[in-house]
Nanobody, 124 residues
Framework: QVQLVESGGGLVQAGDSLRLSCAASGRTFRTYAMGWFRQAPGKEREFVAATTWSSGSSYNAVYADSVKGRFTIVREGANAVNLRMNSLKPEDTAVYYC???????????????WGKGTLVTVSS
């Protein structure tokens, strides 16, 4: 059974850092993009960051404008990806979902596999 499991969410203060991790199992995701989406209360799901895996390292990382310069996505292998979040803001509060797929779209429609999410809450 294919599973993506996120970890690392929690309650932090504005300006703090947090690292999210995602571990996938059940198949290899070597040829898949892996990334993160988030959904804040009352808002639509949005793209955060994604990356591929090539030559034994993270490759072709892309970021949403809202997190660029603050977040870093690192592919840790065919089946794992981390999201390192710095300078967190209250606006970053959301459930963060790990996803994998053959195509990255703004809404995540190209992702075939999803985790159940991990909650990140950033207080002022």
């Amino acid at each position: 059974q294919v599973q993506l499991v996120e970890s690392g969410g929690g309650l932090v203060q504005a300006g703090d850092s947090l690292r999210l991790s995602c571990a996938a199992s059940g198949r290899t995701f070597r040829t898949y993009a892996m990334g993160w989406f988030r959904q804040a209360p009352g808002k639509e799901r949005e793209f955060v960051a994604a990356t591929t895996w090539s030559s034994g390292s993270s490759y072709n990382a892309v970021y949403a404008d809202s997190v660029k310069g603050r977040f870093t996505i690192v592919r840790e292998g065919a089946n794992a990806v981390n999201l390192r979040m710095n300078s967190l803001k209250p606006e970053d509060t959301a459930v963060y979902y790990c996803a994998a797929g053959v195509a990255v779209t703004p809404t995540g429609s190209g992702m075939d596999y999803w985790g159940k999410g991990t909650l990140v809450t950033v207080s002022s």
